[in-house]
């Protein structure tokens, strides 16, 4: 079987350096063109420089085995969701298992009156020893593998300052413990009377802890995409010849007749064929008030039926549905790594290296000067060593600056797939929030996109001609106004001629031949181009309706023009308001429309818009755009055909929903609702995310800087204490953690609903 490109699960990663390592194993892979990481989700998407095939598959797996991670290719993302519950689970057993041997050890370790001796042996001191080894064998051997496998692989990550901080901890504490019935030990442990077993034990187990509540914030973070995976159901009831079964999803077939019960949710995309239904669309758009559906209507997949029976044609299999396509891009999206994430990997690649010289130069440095420095210490400069050396290793933090961006990233784009904002690719967010232009189509976006001939004026010959020949040329378009004409002359009963050789010309209007007669619908300029003769009066007409915001489509036959139709596009209810918000703000509003100027600056000046660009050609949109991108970063709103170029080049591409298919693939982020609001939404969405990514940085770069000089033992001369090994492990634990919680509190998030 054949791939471009592919995911797969990665377990065992604790930080930014784990996910660079699994990175560089795969990327040294001749297959391997690309690979990047998400840790949050646990998950690498990996891109072939050429045709991949499960064989190439199978040799990354094994290459990230070797590296020390576990891997395996992607199932369905509800079991992913249930693998990483049980493991949450798991770890939950993990940590009380770790705290319940710790807390005796701590105790042991506290105690001032011994316990006696048995064959020279401190017995106090000889049970805490037991108890401590066995949290560092079995509760801590995760750390002492993964670490190993960092360091055959020549890098360096967490588990290295969790393995070698406990690790000295431990071998010290032994040595002190063991030196009165083992002569070889030095002379150093059996003068010695600080032990560190509760150091080394509370290490694990408040890393464990942190690994724990860590996991369970990015479940969490994850909740938005579960309840859109959720809400697809299993099975369908599908009609087949008045007969009724129950068939999975996956087996039923586009155009199947299903029907779906009050209370129940729709399976699969499609039109309604009997019934007339309200359905609660919320989890897919986040508007709660029901939409109603009538015979005709579309209807999705995921939505809910709330007052009786439908019966539904669908239109989709269950991989092509839109909750499909939503789940996609959410996903895609949260799998990206965005542009501010490659610094933090670069700093990850030599933290802890930097932290290991820096706790072996300040232990050397305490062992040389500690009674000088620190004269009325208790602690001999052996003892201040190992205790500054095991807290500096174990207080550092790569997970904390690992976490920063991608946990924002996925909880930010959950929230806005909640909300009916679909982000095509995290560097979207990054870009959105440094928006200074927003640029407006006017159709579609500023508009309803659902135009109305309110008026027709005949010329020459007769309605019938007129409207026959328009609908005839406008048979096979998509474009709303093409959808009015159609329209128009259905509902006066006359039927579209065939016309032969349609040609389109972009933002003009479209020609044909009907027996042998050139025919023509379109604006002014196409009338030019084809040397058609239009009279002033005509002119001035046309410019009138064209003042009161109507469209003018003008229809001709053999050089002579028939006549006109008046189209009007009502404007959105919410336009004005999400416009005026902008320039509130401070960002520049423009409209970028290919109609009449007269037509535009009837519309911007309905709602309040100040620079217009008319008459603008579809592929003059595009250098509009790179003009205004010289001024500043570049928000595009479009919805047609004639946009999608200007969607590409914008810094910010914005599709609305219903439009046209190669918009939405051109755009960066996509507006379910259709609702101009949402746009604005979206700008707000990035802001509040990179909001927090910055907060994420600013703390986990604060303790960092903060907590190592502590551990060090900077104010120690002046204090006379020292940071403890297991307050150490518990500050940096609490770091992720807080990393982790600080990014959920952008599920509070929701749009701002603008009015008036």
């Known amino acids: 079987m054949e791939v471009d490109d592919s995911s797969l699960s990665v377990t065992g990663m604790t930080c930014a350096a784990c996910a660079s390592s699994v990175e560089r194993v795969l990327i040294q892979l001749d297959a391997v063109e690309d690979a990047s990481v998400n840790l949050p989700l646990e998950k690498v998407k990996i891109i072939f420089s050429k ?36 493991e949450v689970k798991k770890q939950r057993k993990r940590v009380l298992l770790a705290f319940s041997l710790s807390i005796p050890v701590f105790v042991l370790t506290m105690l001032s009156e011994d316990f006696g001796t048995f064959n020279s042996l401190n017995i106090r001191l000889s049970l805490a020893m037991l108890l401590a080894l066995s949290i560092y064998t079995y509760s801590g051997a995760e750390f002492h593998y993964r670490a190993w496998a960092s360091i055959r692989r020549g890098t360096a ?33 059996a003068t010695s009377t600080h032990v560190f077993f509760d150091g080394a034990s509370f290490i694990i187990a408040f890393v464990l802890l942190g690994n724990y509540l860590e996991s369970r914030a990015k479940l969490k973070a994850t909740d938005s995409i579960h309840s859109l995976m959720e809400i697809q159901p299993k099975t369908a009831t599908v009609i087949n010849n008045h007969e009724t079964s129950i068939s999975p999803v996956e087996m039923v077939p586009r155009g199947s007749l299903v029907r779906v019960l009050a209370g129940e949710t729709i399976p699969l995309d499609g039109i309604v064929e009997k019934g007339s239904v309200t359905l609660d669309e919320s989890m897919m758009t986040g508007e709660y008030l029901p939409v109603p559906k009538k015979v005709g209507d579309i209807v999705v997949a995921g939505t809910v039926v709330t007052d009786s029976t439908v019966l539904i044609r669908t239109t989709s299999l269950v991989q092509d549905t839109m909750l499909a396509g939503v789940i996609a891009l959410v996903d895609e999206a949260q799998s990206g790594k965005a542009p501010i994430q490659r610094l933090v990997d670069r700093v990850s690649k030599i933290f802890v290296p930097i932290v290991v010289l820096m706790a072996i130069g300040s232990a050397i440095f305490w062992l040389q000067y500690g009674s000088d420095i ?27 600056l690992g976490l920063a961006t991608p946990t924002a990233l ?27 232009i927003v640029v407006l189509d ?41 959808a009015a ?3 128009v002359s259905e509902e006066s009963g006359y039927l579209p001629y065939n016309v032969d050789d349609i040609e389109t010309h972009l933002g003009l209007g479209l020609s044909g031949n009907l027996n042998s007669s050139l025919v023509i619908v379109g604006n002014l300029e196409l009338m030019n181009k084809f040397d058609i003769k239009v009279s002033s009066e005509i002119v001035d007409a046309i410019s009138s309706g064209a003042r009161e915001g109507n469209m003018i489509v003008m229809v001709a036959k053999d050089k002579n023009v028939l006549g006109w139709m008046e189209i009007s596009d009502k404007i959105r209810s919410n336009s004005r308001s999400s416009i005026r918000y902008l ?19 009837s519309v911007a000046g309905s709602v309040g818009v100040k620079t217009i660009f008319s008459e603008v050609k579809p592929n003059e949109k595009a250098e509009q755009i790179r003009r205004l991108k010289k001024r500043g970063t570049v928000a595009m709103i479009g919805d047609g055909i004639n946009d999608a170029a200007a969607l590409t080049i914008a810094d910010v591409g914005i599709a609305m929903g219903a439009g046209s298919e190669i918009a939405l693939e051109s755009a960066d982020i996509v507006l379910v609702r259709n609702n101009l609001s949402d746009a ?9 995310t990179m909001d927090k990514i910055r907060s994420n940085l600013v703390w986990a770069f604060m303790y960092n800087i903060i907590g190592i000089p502590l551990a060090m033992g900077v104010l120690f001369p002046w204090t006379g204490i020292l940071l403890p090994p297991a307050f150490a492990a518990a500050a940096m634990s609490l770091s992720s953690v807080s990393v982790v919680a600080n990014s959920l509190l952008l599920k509070r998030w929701k749009p701002t609903i603008h009015s008036g």
């Open 583 to 601: 320039q509130q703000r401070g960002i520049d509003v423009v409209m970028l429309t290919g109609d009449r100027h007269e037509v535009a600056e």
């Open 485 to 487: 004409i159609r329209a």
């Open 157 to 189: 990550n967490m588990d290295v300052l969790v393995h070698l901080g406990t690790t000295v901890a431990i071998v010290w504490s032994s040595a002190v413990t063991l030196s009165p019935v083992l002569p070889f030990i030095p002379s150093v442990f």
């Open 374 to 400: 620190a004269p009325n210490s208790t602690m001999t400069n052996t003892e201040i060593s190992v205790m500054v050396l095991v807290s500096t290793l174990v207080i550092a933090c790569p997970c904390a």
């Open 51 to 86: 045709t991949g095939t499960n064989n190439d598959l199978d040799a990354c797996i094994e290459a990230i085995h070797r590296a020390g991670f576990g891997a395996k290719k992607q199932v369905s993302a509800i079991e992913i969701r249930k693998d990483r519950e049980d």
């Open 410 to 436: 996925v909880v930010g784009t959950g929230q806005g797939a909640k909300y009916g904002l679909l982000i095509k690719g995290i560097e979207a967010l990054e870009r959105a929030h440094a928006t200074s």
């Open 442 to 482: 006017k159709t579609g976006t500023i508009t309803e996109g659902t135009p109305k001939v309110e008026k027709t004026t005949i010329v020459n010959g007769s309605e019938e001609d007129m409207l026959s020949i328009s609908a005839g040329l406008e048979l096979e378009s998509t474009h709303p106004i093409s």
């Open 680 to 688: 604005i939404a979206s700008l707000d969405l990035g802001r509040s």
